[in-house]
């Protein structure tokens, strides 16, 4: 399941790839646009809305999703519900504590305050590898890894298609960092229990 599917090209790639694939996302047009370039399972709505059976998926791709919801541990929660015992999910989220970021709140923080990657109304929340640990701690998973990386690399580029035409110096900028665990997209995989332990934990 890809939530925050867009048009469906990674739906499509999985589903080229032997899997069984569907996608989810609130944008109608991109929904639309997927629907008909691809023979794919495309909803128009929200993951809630979706209303998925329990331990449904193998695996949840969650893409640069989580930084844009007003309710992202209630999204983790329902990813859990949905994921069968030992599934997997991967989040993606820009890393506010990403050296490039941090770099950039320092030198503009004089005048435009310290935003860091937290910009509403497009970023409502702001991530760390810490903090996003915790909170997949919270809803019940088992972090099995993060990292942090490039936005230039694939499969986890911000700009699809600019790493190759990038300057020497953006690569630098940009790839030097993850070699410090300071890159500026962080990347988590986390483990749904596969017994003895109970569903995801709710919110204090």
């Known amino acids: 399941l890809d939530v925050g599917c867009g048009t469906g090209l990674f739906v499509n790639a999985a589903k080229e790839s032997g899997w069984s ?7 109608k047009p991109l929904v639309e646009l997927g629907r008909n370039r691809f023979d794919i399972e495309l909803s128009h709505a929200d993951l809630h809305d979706c209303h998925y059976a329990d331990e449904n998926f193998d695996v949840v791709n969650l893409k640069y999703v989580l930084e844009h919801l007003p309710n992202p541990f209630e999204v983790l929660q329902e990813t859990h519900r949905v994921l069968k015992p030992g599934g997997m999910v991967q989040i993606i989220v820009p890393n506010e ?12 923080q004089k005048t435009v305050g310290r935003w860091g990657t937290l910009t509403p109304p497009h970023h409502l929340h702001a991530y760390t590898p810490k903090t996003l640990s915790l909170m997949l701690s919270r809803a019940g998973f088992a972090v099995r890894s993060t990292l942090t990386a490039s936005p230039l690399r694939a499969p986890y580029g911000l700009f699809q298609g600019q790493g190759k035409q990038a300057s020497i110096l953006t690569k630098i900028i940009f790839n030097l960092p993850e070699h410090i665990g300071r890159g500026s997209a962080l990347i988590a995989y986390a483990q749904k229990p596969k017994s003895g332990v109970a569903s995801c934990k709710q919110a204090a």
């Open 97 to 108: 504590d990403g050296l490039y970021n941090q770099i950039n709140v320092l030198l503009r």
């Open 21 to 27: 694939a569907c996608g989810c996302d609130v944008d």
